[in-house]
DNA sequence: CATGAATGAGCGTTCATTCAT
DNA sequence: AATGAATGAACGCTCATTCAT
């Protein structure tokens, strides 16, 4: 069940009313992550929802409104998976490969909510829409270029740009959910591990323990 | 520059019908890159270019060839820029620099072509062209992975999945035009010597001298 | 008249969107009888039926399905017209010639239909289309021959060939709408004895009683 | 070399100028023909006659001009084929019988002169083309209006309506081609023969000597 | 005489959206 | 709350025709 409130828009909805949204927004989540942003239009939503086109429009007004709850639903799935749990973080290194593992592993567990998010985010024509995702990745990359900042500040990594370095890895993984249709289904652990070796080596400069290496 | 003939598409054409079809992969370019595929139509094209729509058709004959003319516009500019001069490669660390500032600074002389190749890989809706696209890619992601293979086996570069570390890596690439948008128009040289330093780091496990840390 | 249902093609379809249907293809072949088929597009049909051309793809999908709709219709108008009552036929001269008027009597009473039949016909491009007269055509005139040639074995009709017979036949009655636009409105009886009295004449061998010469 | 005034447009035209009128209305023919009046673009007519589309409009200024031109080389050709030679006619019954066998023999030499004109008659859309295609078959059709009831005043046919049995005649007369094409290539004569069966049995009102019952 | 280049009008079709029920 | 019916705008594309060369 979706928290009411979470987003400010399902204040004052019947149960039914937020039913009924979060059908359609999966229902469009999965079309668009099937058939692409340019072929997710919403006759072809509906028939996967099994209703009328007419009552997306009618719950959401414009198709902007639920793009816009798409990328709420996959964002607030993305946000929970990635709080990481209850368990302290032993070091900046640690937390550098939580992050990553933990964002292949919700690629594996949700694969079309990353593909509609990349879909979206690289097909998208509205004004409105681009915008809203500039400012959702500004926000993520703000706040990893800010650990990482930290990280260096507290020795564990060695100097680089933390910008750059936040933008070379959310470009790798915004890549993840194509990487993982490459590779076999049970594949993901190991992905994640190696990707999770890339971006520590480079962020510590030197060969991490527990990498591949490591392991021989 | 363009040499007439040079990639065999101009082969029988006038002088005049080259310049056309030139002029209106750039507009196609301009558009897409500006706009975005999805909304770049004949009608937005030929606007850029000052002329009618049914021009495009008529020197086309397809959008799917239109759209294979820029593929091949971007691409055979692209690789003349990547080609990297006449000095020998001193090693496999020095060759992995030179790929990645040397696709940067070609994003920062030809920022347009590389955006436009991106929309065109993530929202083009032609099976045609999305094969082509993937084929494209493959390719070069075989080539960057033997390469790093390579490096690994000269016991330049430490253990790690090529094919892994070629995807973060062509992922990074291809965000290039976005980042070097968020920066200032003279910053392309510090990003790129930011981006090598990111991936010759996790490459050879160690931070690498010439690197910021080094310069201080 | 037409039952809703009939021809199993309304079947799930509410009231309102028969009628439209109905509404649509009367106005398709009003249009093709007017205007001929190659005039006759959904911009022109749509005014005719005073509503908008997207709506015809609305109900019809395709123009193609339209199309068939028109054939529909008018194949089982003239199938319901051509079936001859309760009457027992006399005789194969007798049967002949109730073919032939019955089939001038429709012409008179849905000259439309005809008008539409003949120029869809002979004017339409799809290879869909094209295929369905073709095999809708050959199976009326096989019908006919097998008529033909079971008057041949009775003895009542002379030796002939009954295809050739038949292709004649069909190619004059085809040619029946055009021949009553010649005629004053009220002359179709006439019209029908005339032209049965040619091909019983030609099937039979010898002036049949109760024709033109007979008369008087 | 062609007539020149023969049908008034030749006047003052230069030698050249008369030969690529000639080629154009050739390629003309041969597309309608081949795919039909729907499908007889310039373009495609264009390149049968390996010229371009412009020259076209340059000899003839607008299409109706050149199927116009069409149905005068069509028709004079059909004219020049008709008129029987030297040999007297002995007979009404052997008058009409000629007309037929000629006819049929002239759609086995020149198949695509007369499937041309069955396809502009019945699919062109132009109200001049129609007008004047309508005075041709007129004219044709009183001729031959003119002729039976000049039979049946001497007494060789039987009572019947002349231009009735005109028009029906002509309707098989125009299937002619498409009959032709159902049969194998040597089968012209015998075909011929049997729809003169047909017609002339229709006309005299009892077999014929020379038909199939004849043969046997 | 002949063409390549160019265009405006029209095509069937898809789309997000509106509205009466 | 939900829908089927309906539409205007936009799409890629074909066409006969114009025009400078």
């Known amino acids: 069940m979706q928290t009411v409130g979470a987003d400010g828009d399902d204040r004052g909805r019947s149960f039914i009313e937020a039913a009924r949204r979060d059908q359609i ?10 058939e692409g942003f340019a072929r997710a239009s919403f006759v072809r939503i509906a028939e ?34 990635m709080e990481g749990g209850p368990e302290p973080v032993a070091s900046y290194e640690d937390g550098l490969r939580r992050i990553l593992t933990g964002h292949v592993l919700h690629c594996v567990r949700a694969p079309e909510d990353m593909a509609a998010r990349r879909e979206i985010g690289t097909a ?18 703000a706040e990893l270029a ?29 890549a993840v959910p194509g990487e993982l249709r490459r590779r076999p289904a049970d594949a ?23 990498g591949p290496e490591g392991d021989r």
């Open 146 to 174: 800010a650990f990482l900042a930290e990280g260096q500040r507290e020795g564990e990594f060695r100097e680089f740009d933390p910008d750059a370095f936040a933008g070379a890895m959310l470009a790798a993984m915004q």
């Open 124 to 141: 998208a024509s509205s004004p409105a829409i681009r915008r809203r995702i500039a400012e959702q990745q500004e926000t993520g990359r």
């Open 48 to 81: 996967r929802a099994s209703i009328s086109p007419a009552l997306i429009t009618y719950h959401f007004k414009t198709k902007d409104k639920l793009i816009g709850a798409v990328l709420d639903q996959v964002g607030s799935r993305l946000d929970s998976a």
């Open 25 to 34: 927004v999966t229902a469009a989540i999965a079309t668009i992550a099937a």
């Open 188 to 210: 993901g652990e190991d992905y994640a591990r190696e990707l999770a070796g890339i971006f520590v080596t480079a962020a510590i400069g030197r060969g991490w323990e527990g």
